[in-house]
């Protein structure tokens, strides 16, 4: 069984690089933690948002690495001297990674009641008309 390329179709010249990035989304992973939305917030803007309760600004990171937004956390272990009769709140660390389309800039990152909210905005390419001409061989 042969496998189906966009390099197969003569009509999508240049694409490759589409399914590169469609491959590399889909090792990326699906891990359930931290929960997330994606918002649309105008036509050419965006809004993710993580529930990180339990983290504050200092244990996130935002960066951008390769075309793909990485947030990581880490909570530092503050139960040196505690006695915890239940612990059911985990200091646990992520690593949330979003493949970002060509175009797409990272804006501010806000922290609001627990949700970690980081803006992203999509320049609009301008309309190009080119005429070639054609020479005589």
């Not at 965006?46 to 951008?64: K, M, N």
């Amino acid at each position: 069984m042969s496998k189906l390329t966009l390099g197969s179709y003569p009509h999508l010249l240049g694409f490759e690089q589409l399914e590169r990035l469609l491959e590399r989304t889909a090792k990326s992973g699906s891990e359930g933690y931290p929960p997330f939305n994606i918002e649309q917030t105008s036509d050419h803007s965006y809004r993710i948002t993580l529930a990180v309760a339990g983290f504050s600004e200092d244990e996130l990171a935002i960066t951008v690495e390769d075309r793909q937004l990485v947030i990581r956390g880490r909570q530092r272990d503050d139960s040196a001297g505690r006695v915890f009769l239940h612990r059911g709140i985990a200091a646990r660390q992520f690593q949330r990674t979003f493949v970002l389309a060509e175009g797409v800039e990272v804006g501010e990152a806000v922290m609001e009641n627990g949700l970690l909210h980081v803006d992203l905005t999509r320049a609009v390419p301008e309309t190009v008309v080119q005429t070639i001409s054609i020479r005589k061989g």
